[in-house]
């Protein structure tokens, strides 16, 4: 078997079989006589190996690193009874370690806290872009190339929190599925991170979009955002192949691929270089939003003070930011575990990237002012119109008046 074709469960095999011949080696050059009789002979119990202990005493060893969720630099233990032979758990009657010092559970419990905030986040701006794609497709009079582009953006951030849900829900509360490690697991692993990398694909397309528009006044807009479409969607599956690519030849495809890897820095470049433009982008918006600010009509610029206009560009820029994923910039400064500011950031982290769909769809759909005027028409529309049945039934009773009034029906009338 070569490793390129092991899974997680054999790795763990092999470490567990290569730490009981280290147990042995261990315990046969032991001098028995430094262990005062009665004693608890060395044994391993599967995951560790522990030393000749005098009856009355407990042994320690460091938890074992291969095993998902323990912590190493926490300590287990077993317990050398008072007649020389160890522990046995009350239960099972079989011989037994305690490994449940090495879960932090507070650790643990916080964790789980932090996949729950994710878990939720994506799971409402799922329905918010799925109900943000329906209305943009509902309404045809919206159609143009600026709602095409954020109707791509949605398409993304959907597949992409639907993904994410799945992999909250499917393979991190199931250590067993981690260890496992099954080509389901890694298929998911791979197609949600490429529909993680369209997310900055597409805000970077809409960054360029905008900009565009700014700067180049004579451009053909749906020329535009066919090019940009195709970039956006096929530029994130180069580096998400480069990434497939080299983490099977390295061999690095251990527990559904959940752990950080080396080759993840393939998809950072991506990153990096979207955010970094969208900033260029950004800046250069704001600038060209203030001088045709500063340019408008004498009287206008009279009334508007600077603190006016500086606070129009701040506010055009937060409405940009959402839409840009500019907040992304912070979040690659994560401080070292145990860090005071590791809670905050952890949170932070998790609000800004679950609820990013939610953000983004009630700002460019659900508080679009072409799409709430399009709501309250076709609101309008259908409150008001007649019913056929009252149509018929009004016409019916105009009828009835008229003949009332014109009095004795004639041949006419009967036909």
Same mark, same amino acid.
């Given at each position: 078997?070569?490793?390129?074709?092991?899974?997680?469960?054999?790795?763990?095999?092999?470490?567990?079989?290569?730490?009981?011949?280290?147990?042995?080696?261990?315990?046969?050059?032991?001098?028995?006589?430094?262990?005062?009789?009665?004693?608890?002979?060395?044994?391993?119990?599967?995951?560790?190996?522990?030393?000749?202990?005098?009856?009355?005493?407990?042994?320690?060893?460091?938890?074992?690193?291969?095993?998902?969720?323990?912590?190493?630099?926490?300590?287990?233990?077993?317990?050398?009874?008072?007649?020389?032979?160890?522990?046995?758990?009350?239960?099972?009657?079989?011989?037994?370690?305690?490994?449940?010092?090495?879960?932090?559970?507070?650790?643990?419990?916080?964790?789980?806290?932090?996949?729950?905030?994710?878990?939720?986040?994506?799971?409402?701006?799922?329905?918010?872009?799925?109900?943000?794609?329906?209305?943009?497709?509902?309404?045809?009079?919206?159609?143009?190339?600026?709602?095409?582009?954020?109707?791509?953006?949605?398409?993304?951030?959907?597949?992409?929190?639907?993904?994410?849900?799945?992999?909250?829900?499917?393979?991190?509360?199931?250590?067993?599925?981690?260890?496992?490690?099954?080509?389901?697991?890694?298929?998911?692993?791979?197609?949600?991170?490429?529909?993680?990398?369209?997310?900055?694909?597409?805000?970077?397309?809409?960054?360029?979009?905008?900009?565009? /528009?700014?700067?180049?006044?004579?451009?053909?807009?749906?020329?535009?955002?066919?090019?940009?479409?195709?970039?956006?969607?096929?530029?994130?599956?180069?580096?998400?192949?480069?990434?497939?690519?080299?983490?099977?030849?390295?061999?690095?495809?251990?527990?559904?691929?959940?752990?950080?890897?080396?080759?993840?820095?393939?998809?950072?470049?991506?990153?990096?270089?979207?955010?970094?433009?969208?900033?260029?982008?950004?800046?250069?918006?704001?600038?060209?939003?203030?001088?045709?600010?500063?340019?408008?009509?004498?009287?206008?610029?009279?009334?508007?003070?600077?603190?006016?206009?500086?606070?129009?560009?701040?506010?055009?820029?937060?409405?940009?930011?959402?839409?840009?994923?500019?907040?992304? /910039?912070?979040?690659?400064?994560?401080?070292?575990?145990?860090?005071?500011?590791?809670?905050?950031?952890?949170?932070?982290?998790?609000?800004?990237?679950?609820?990013?769909?939610?953000?983004?769809?009630?700002?460019?759909?659900?508080?679009?002012?072409?799409?709430?005027?399009?709501?309250?028409?076709?609101?309008?529309?259908?409150?008001?119109?007649?019913?056929?049945?009252?149509?018929?039934?009004?016409?019916?009773?105009?009828?009835?008046?008229?003949?009332?009034?014109?009095?004795?029906?004639?041949?006419?009338?009967?036909?």
């Amino acid at each position: 078997m070569t490793n390129s074709t092991m899974n997680d469960t054999d790795v763990v095999q092999v470490i567990i079989d290569q730490k009981r011949l280290e147990c042995e080696e261990i315990l046969n050059m032991t001098i028995r006589a430094t262990v005062a009789e009665p004693y608890c002979p060395g044994v391993f119990d599967g995951w560790s190996c522990w030393p000749d202990t005098a009856a009355g005493h407990t042994a320690y060893t460091d938890c074992p690193e291969f095993i998902t969720g323990f912590d190493p630099t926490r300590k287990a233990h077993k317990v050398c009874t008072g007649n020389g032979t160890w522990f046995k758990h009350p239960d099972s009657q079989k011989e037994w370690s305690n490994y449940t010092t090495c879960v932090n559970v507070d650790d643990l419990h916080w964790r789980q806290q932090i996949n729950s905030i994710y878990e939720t986040g994506y799971l409402i701006s799922l329905v918010a872009l799925l109900l943000s794609l329906g209305i943009l497709s509902y309404f045809k009079s919206l159609r143009c190339p600026r709602i095409t582009l954020h109707m791509n953006l949605f398409t993304s951030f959907a597949a992409n929190n639907a993904l994410w849900v799945m992999w909250y829900r499917l393979i991190v509360p199931y250590p067993d599925t981690i260890m496992q490690n099954g080509v389901g697991c890694q298929i998911l692993h791979v197609v949600l991170h490429y529909f993680l990398l369209t997310n900055y694909s597409w805000m970077l397309a809409e960054g360029f979009y905008l900009h565009t /528009l700014l700067v180049s006044a004579f451009i053909s807009e749906e020329r535009l955002v066919k090019y940009l479409t195709v970039l956006a969607w096929t530029l994130p599956a180069l580096f998400i192949l480069v990434y497939t690519v080299l983490r099977l030849v390295f061999a690095d495809t251990h527990q559904c691929w959940i752990n950080e890897s080396p080759y993840t820095n393939v998809l950072i470049v991506l990153v990096c270089f979207s955010m970094a433009l969208n900033l260029v982008f950004l800046c250069n918006i704001v600038r060209v939003l203030l001088i045709k600010l500063r340019a408008g009509p004498s009287h206008l610029a009279a009334s508007n003070r600077p603190s006016r206009t500086l606070l129009q560009a701040f506010r055009a820029t937060l409405l940009l930011l959402p839409l840009l994923g500019l907040h992304y /910039l912070l979040t690659p400064f994560r401080p070292p575990r145990d860090h005071p500011w590791e809670r905050f950031y952890e949170v932070t982290s998790a609000i800004t990237a679950s609820f990013q769909g939610l953000c983004v769809a009630t700002l460019f759909c659900f508080c679009n002012g072409e799409v709430i005027a399009q709501v309250k028409r076709r609101w309008q529309y259908s409150s008001f119109r007649p019913r056929s049945n009252s149509y018929t039934a009004t016409t019916v009773s105009v009828r009835q008046f008229v003949r009332s009034t014109a009095g004795p029906a004639t041949g006419e009338d009967n036909v």
